[in-house]
Structure formats: C-alpha cells, structure tokens
C-alpha cells in the first residue's frame, strides 16, 4: 500500500513539472500583430530549448525589468507595452525592439551576454532540461516521504 501511495503521490507530482510559461513566442506574435512568424525563444534564451532559469539574452533580461513574470502572458504584454512606450533599443541599432521584432529580427542584434541578473524562468519549463529544477526538488520531498514512511513501520 506504502508503495502503491508513494507511485500515486509521484503521478500527481510528476506533472507540475510539465506546466510550461505560456507560449510566449506566439503571444508576442499575437499581442504586436506580428506579420512574420512568431520570435523563436533565443531572442530571450541561449537556446530555443528556454527553459527555468536561462534568460541569458539581453532583450529578455530587460523584458523582467519591465515585469516579465513566469507562467503570466499578461505580464508579457505589460512589459511589451513598456518597451514600446519607451521606444527601447536593446541593441542601439536605431531600430527599436518592438519595430525589430515586426521586421522578423532579433532585438538583441549581435549583443552578447548582459550585466542584468539571469531571471529564473523562461520560454518552458520542460524543454531543454528546464524543469530539472522542479524533478529534483519532487525527488528530495519524495525522498523524505519515503524516508519518514520507513521510519514508521520499523517501529514496533
């Protein structure tokens, strides 16, 4: 039963770690009306997996700055707002981040990394690794769980 217990607490916890930040690509597309595809997630991320925690690019790191907060596509639209009312140049192209983005570009241009802290979420928590974080934290409480659960029947 102990086990059985143990297996039905990992179902329901496993899938937390495949809730993902909604699509931000697309809601970008959406909220800016975009006419060429949606962004890929390396306007934010070092890669297009995302994923917690790898906001390297500069473009996304000041995105948080205007509150870009994980898992909410209104913040996304509040900090897109944001930098449109500031006609913000992350790159200093002289082609602001909000026209670069309606061009099909990357408003990072060919910046590398940014002195802004790494934000703590991304694109998904699932690609790329991204939920690691989330499988270890289940692993260490399921761990204690268990732990705690042999404790009590070993006592007599």
């Known amino acids: 039963m102990r086990a059985s217990g143990l297996l039905g607490v990992l179902a329901l916890i496993v899938p937390v770690g495949a809730l993902a930040t909604p699509d931000f690509p697309a809601a970008i597309a959406r909220d800016l009306q975009l006419s060429v595809p949606p962004p890929p997630c390396t306007i ?16 996304g790191k000041y995105m948080v700055s205007r509150g870009l907060v994980p898992f909410d596509e209104n913040s996304l639209a509040g900090a897109l707002a944001a930098d449109a009312a500031e006609n913000h140049d992350t790159d200093g192209d002289g082609i602001s981040d909000i026209d670069a983005l309606k061009r099909g570009l990357d408003p990072n241009g060919s910046l590398g990394a940014s ?4 934000p703590t979420f991304g694109c998904s928590a699932v690609r790329g690794g991204g939920a690691s974080t989330y499988v270890l934290v289940l692993l260490v409480v399921l761990g204690l769980a268990a732990a705690r659960a042999c404790r009590r029947t070993a006592r007599p």
């Open 115 to 118: 002195t802004v802290p790494d």
């Open 44 to 59: 934010c991320h070092a890669t297009n997996a995302g994923g917690l925690g790898t906001v390297t690019k500069p473009f």
